[in-house]
């Protein structure tokens, strides 16, 4: 993870309003949400129980980095952003087995898209 991303993760955590070149993260002490933001276009939103992914307008590389590095602190592991023949995709945790251990479905990627 770069540390970029690693400073807007604990801006995250610790409800800061916080900027570094091209990504700012604004919490909203009346919602208990941060709001994230890449080149002033919101990416993601993180509640108490919830993100929520948006891919602000490009679906870049660095958006989709920004993303995944939100959803492996602030997310379930596993779950993540890919992109497969220049589609963006988006696996969810569903729940889990005995027999395989962690079950995620594959959805394509909609601005919006909630994890809880």
Request: aromatic fraction near 12%; proline fraction near 2%.
């Amino acid at each position: 993870m770069r540390k970029i991303e690693q400073q807007m993760n604990n801006a995250i955590s610790n409800n800061l309003n916080w900027q570094s070149a091209n990504t700012s993260v604004t919490f909203d002490p009346e919602t208990n949400e941060s709001i994230v933001r890449l080149h002033g276009n919101t990416i993601a939103v993180v509640g108490d129980n919830f993100v929520q992914i948006f891919d602000g307008g490009w679906q870049s590389n660095t958006t989709k980095s920004r993303l995944n590095a939100i959803l492996k602190e602030h997310g379930i592991s596993g779950e993540c952003v890919i992109q497969k023949n220049f589609n963006w995709f988006v696996h969810k945790f569903i729940g889990q087995t005995a027999i395989t251990g962690p079950v995620y479905n594959e959805y394509d990627f909609t601005n919006g898209f909630m994890f809880a």
